[in-house]
Every structure is written in C-alpha cells, then in structure tokens.
C-alpha cells in the first residue's frame, strides 16, 4: 500500500508562483510513475503533469507546458509541481497519483490507470 500526501497549495494573484509536493510513504515503488491531476469546481478531474519514477522522463498537458515542472527526490520519496505564471484558470483541487505499471500514451490522462491518490490541495490564483 502507499500513501500519498500533499501540500503547499494556497491562494495567490495570477503570474505568482507555486511549489506543491507529494510526499509518499508505504512500499517502495521506484518502478512508479506519479503524476499530478486537477479538479476546478464543476468541472471533471483532469491530467496536469507525469514523471517516470526510474527515467525521470516527463509529460505535460498542453494547458501548462512550459509553465509547469513536475520532478522528484527519490531520497525523499517526494514529488514536486513547480507552478510558475500562475492564471486565474489554474484554480482547482490538486491531487498527486501513483501508477503500479506503466502508463504511456493516452493512458497517462485516464484516472483509473493510477492506483492511489493524495486527498488534494487547494490552488487559488486570483486576478
């Protein structure tokens, strides 16, 4: 089983920046990938941002390529969301992701292809 925890969200003016973290603890999991997802309010859960455990090999949605960096500290078991020029639109619940197996392609975006989820973190970027 594994755990995961998040922090570091709060509310901050549009073109701030952000670092959450993932912190993980429960079975080693090197051969994880673990990605980030997030839910505005009405709206359904949706793919930010992945990272290969082993590779470090990375994947972004196109709403936040070049503006996003997804990493990770295998010491610490911990994975980061460095979100820089934030936008209003960036507002949501975001949720941290491990996958037992290998998630390529079109699967890094569905839910059910990860395995265990942190219970979110607030984002609000105001205008």
């Known amino acids: 089983q594994v755990q995961l925890v998040e922090s570091g969200g709060g509310l901050v003016q549009a073109g701030a920046s952000l670092r959450l973290s993932c912190a993980a603890s429960?079975?080693?999991?090197?051969?994880?990938?673990m990605g980030w997802f997030r839910q505005a309010p009405g709206k359904e859960r949706e793919f930010v941002a992945i990272?290969?455990?082993?590779?470090?090999?990375?994947y972004y949605a196109d709403s936040v390529k070049g503006r996003f960096t997804i990493s990770r500290d295998a010491r610490k078991n911990t994975v980061y969301l460095q979100m820089n020029s934030l936008k209003p639109e960036d507002t949501a619940v975001y949720y941290c992701?491990?996958?037992?197996?290998?998630?390529?392609?079109?699967?890094?975006?569905?839910?059910?292809?990860?395995?265990?989820w942190g219970q979110g973190t607030q984002v609000t970027v105001s205008s």
């Open positions: 429960g079975r080693t999991f090197s051969s994880y990938a």
């Open positions: 992701a491990a996958a037992d197996g290998p998630v390529y392609g079109s699967s890094r975006r569905k839910l059910d292809e990860y395995d265990y």
């Open positions: 990272i290969y455990w082993s590779s470090t090999g990375t």
